[in-house]
């Protein structure tokens, strides 16, 4: 059996996403722990807002926000969101580490079998293969191009053009990029 090949860029994405994840997680709980328990909404509003932890957490927030965009962009969100999981377990060990919260058995098995889930949700992906899974993606998008192409547009404007702003759009959303370029120059040229 061959080994599948993830391209670099989604593993260090995943890492990276996991990693931002545990660290809000941790930053939200620092920027809250001097709020009582009893605090209203406002209180507690304006001790996390006063908490340095709370800006921490934002910046982390923003950081997570691009490389969870640059992961999607390179993967599928049905393989890359379940890999996230892997934040239940650094979470509850960073929170039972420095946090110095209890962990009960009943919470360790809880977070196993989210991971487990997880596993399984993407198992067949990589038994499949990236580049298969890549591969039948590249060919859904190029089918559904063509199939456009037959279509005259209806807003009366070129069928080409909208083929290339279609292409375009799923290039930004992270599907094969190289499919929008030789339409694009078609439109333009």
């Not at 997680?25 to 304006?46: F, Y």
């Not at 709370?54 to 923003?62: K, Q, T, V």
């Not at 919260?101 to 990589?126: T, Y």
């Not at 083929?163 to 030789?182: D, F, T, Y």
């Amino acid at each position: 059996m061959s080994r599948t090949k993830f391209p670099r860029a989604v593993i260090v994405g995943l890492a990276l996403a996991v990693v931002l994840d545990t660290a809000i997680q941790i930053l939200w709980k620092l920027a809250v722990s001097d709020v009582s328990g009893n605090a209203s909404i406002v209180a507690t509003v304006t001790g996390a807002l006063s908490s340095r932890y709370f800006y921490l957490a934002m910046a982390a927030f923003i950081a997570q926000l691009v490389n969870w965009l640059r992961v999607l962009a390179r993967a599928d969100l049905s393989f890359a969101q379940p890999f996230t999981a892997l934040s239940y377990i650094t979470v509850l060990t960073l929170s039972s580490h420095s946090l110095h919260e209890k962990i009960s058995l009943l919470k360790i098995l809880g977070v196993v079998m989210i991971f487990l889930a997880s596993f399984l949700s993407v198992e067949h992906l990589i038994k499949r293969g990236w580049r298969q899974q890549t591969a039948r993606r590249a060919q859904q998008v190029r089918l559904n191009v063509d199939e456009i192409i037959g279509h005259p547009d209806t807003s009366g404007g070129d069928a080409v053009e909208s083929v290339a702003q279609v292409c375009l759009k799923i290039g930004a959303s992270g599907g094969p990029r190289a499919l929008a370029a030789p339409y694009q120059q078609m439109a333009n040229g």
